[in-house]
Every structure is written in structure tokens, then in C-alpha cells.
């Protein structure tokens, strides 16, 4: 990670952090590899020795978050925190939202290392962070999550999908997005033919995007666009990897009554705020927690497909035939 310090009147200066495990500010090199400060902490965060937060315009150490000059306390976003004595200045706002219920609250209270408002990190701060002072994070949480949870039940997509979203260095400042993924359903790439095969079998996709395209060509439209929703349950895999999506379509008759239709879903990887109600939902808004703070990265969802479309001609000629009488 590089920032540049630029006076008005002296020539630019490029300096390169150098973080440690948990993200915090291990060293400082200028452009030529020298070291210009080092910094050392003690597990809970209270700097046990080195000088780069007395330098000018050094402000962020443990876990890469700013400390605060006046008071010593660092910035974690939702609230403020003493390394000095390894305790939150105020409540978790997650503990205290009024929304949360069901089975999310029964975890909650059934952990001990959560039900104390004002921990940091669930009391291990050397396994786990608190990117923003909501909730901590394991930094293989959600690697294990993609593998134990998603995996185990057949989830490939999903899993795909998750393990793409997270962010090898979640300490990168401003990252937000991450690289595109692409799939063509018609290649020999596995996960393509994987994700094809499951879109359609998948029941929206059935009883909605096609019959929708069906509908459209016999009325004489060979390009349109729609969306559509998969339903946990029944295509569970791809309500976890996509969910909510668009599409268009571009059709071409192949031979009398045969339409050649080029199919393309796209998705935004993301998630949104859930009732705190189920084990599903509370997954869910930790991930958005996670997402907010560059834990887990935003990004674009593009599958093409083909198929084959049969219109019945009598029937397309029945509808122009309707039409003109109008």
C-alpha cells in the first residue's frame, strides 16, 4: 500500500506500508526500500514500541485504523476504541438493534464471548479483527463459510461466487470491487457448463424468463429484456449466488417455427439488510457488514446462454392476424 506526500513547493515522496497479519502498520519504506519508521503492538493494539505513529501525518496502526491524537483512541467506524485497556468506548450496535430475533438472537445469547456489548474481537484480538466496530471477523471466516457451509451442501456456485467476493488484503483502503466474472454456458470451462445445467433446471428460469421470451417472439419482438428472482428451496444454489438478476435476449429464426435465442443474465455480487430473523438472514448481514467495509468485495455477474425456441407458426400468425383487427 503507497500514499504520497505532496508539499506545493518540494518534489512528490512516495511511501509503502507494510502491514502485519491483522492489517496493522508494521513498517513505513520510502521509494527507495529504506525504512523509514516501524511500529510493534501489543495483542490488544497499545504500541509497545517503534515511531511511526509520532511522525507527522502517521495516523493509522493497529489493524490499519486511524488513532485519534487528542484522545488515543482509534477510529473503527461505529464506534471508538482504548487499545490501552482492549475494550470498545461504547456498545455494539449490533447487540442492541431492536430487530434482532429468532434464531440470531438465540446464537447471540448463547455465546458468551458476544454477550459483552464492549469486547473487542470476541476477547482473541490475535485470530480475529473488528473491521468496524460492529462485528469481528475472522480473517478465513468466510473461506471456511464458502467451504464448510456452502460446499457441504452442494452450493458450488455459491461457494464460487462467495470465495471471488473476498478481499485478499481487506485493509486495502477505498477497495470496493473486484474483477468481473464472465461465464459461457456453450464453452468447455466447467463452472460455466455447471452454472447453465442449474439455470435451466431452475424453475423461475422456466416458468418465467422463457415463457416471457416465448411470449415476446410470438409477438413479433426478437430483442427484449426482463428480470427475475431465484427462490430459496427450490434452486437454493442459485438464490445464494445470484438471487435477484436481469436479463435480455436477442433471437434469430433458424429454420420455420425455430428460433435461435442468445440469452444473457447479469447480477451484481452484493447483499442487502435482512430482518435479523434466521441463521440465513444473520449470515446475510454480516456479509453487508463486511461488504461496507471492503471485507467482501463488490462485483459484475455476466452469463450468456443459448437456446432452441419452438413457436408455433399457426399460433404466431393467429396473434399478427388479431393485431391488425384492432
Known sequence: MAYANLPADKEYKFYYYLHDNL??????LDDKGNVVCTNDYLPYGEERNGDCMNKEGEDYGYTGKEKDEETGLMYYGARYYDPVIGRFTAQ??????????????????????????????????VKYVD???????????????????LNTKGYDIAAHFLRHAINLNPFSLNK??????????????????????????????????????????????????GSGEFKNGTDADLFYAIHVFDYTFKAG?????????????????????????????????FALGSQENGGLLNYEITIDMTEKIKIDKQEKGQKKKSDSKK
Open 23 to 28: 492489517g496493522g502498520i508494521q513498517s513505513v
Open 92 to 125: 455494539d450496535p449490533l447487540v442492541s438493534d431492536p430487530t434482532l430475533k429468532g434464531e440470531a438472537l438465540q446464537k447471540l445469547l448463547t455465546d458468551p464471548q458476544a454477550l459483552n456489548p464492549y469486547t473487542y474481537a470476541r476477547n482473541n484480538p
Open 131 to 149: 473491521p468496524n466496530g460492529e462485528s469481528f471477523m475472522d480473517m478465513t471466516i468466510w473461506f471456511l463459510g464458502s467451504v464448510v457451509f
Open 176 to 225: 470496493k470491487k473486484t474483477s468481473n466474472l464472465y461465464f459461457n454456458t456453450t464453452t468447455g470451462d466447467k463452472m460455466s457448463q455447471k452454472i447453465g445445467n442449474q439455470i435451466k433446471k431452475a424453475k423461475e428460469y422456466r416458468s418465467t424468463v422463457l415463457l416471457n421470451i416465448q411470449k415476446e417472439i410470438k409477438n413479433g419482438n426478437l430483442e427484449g429484456r
Open 253 to 285: 429464426e433458424a429454420e420455420s417455427g425455430t428460433y435461435d435465442v442468445n440469452i444473457q443474465i447479469t447480477d451484481t455480487y452484493n447483499f442487502d439488510k435482512e430482518a435479523w430473523d434466521s441463521l440465513a438472514n444473520a449470515a446475510n448481514n
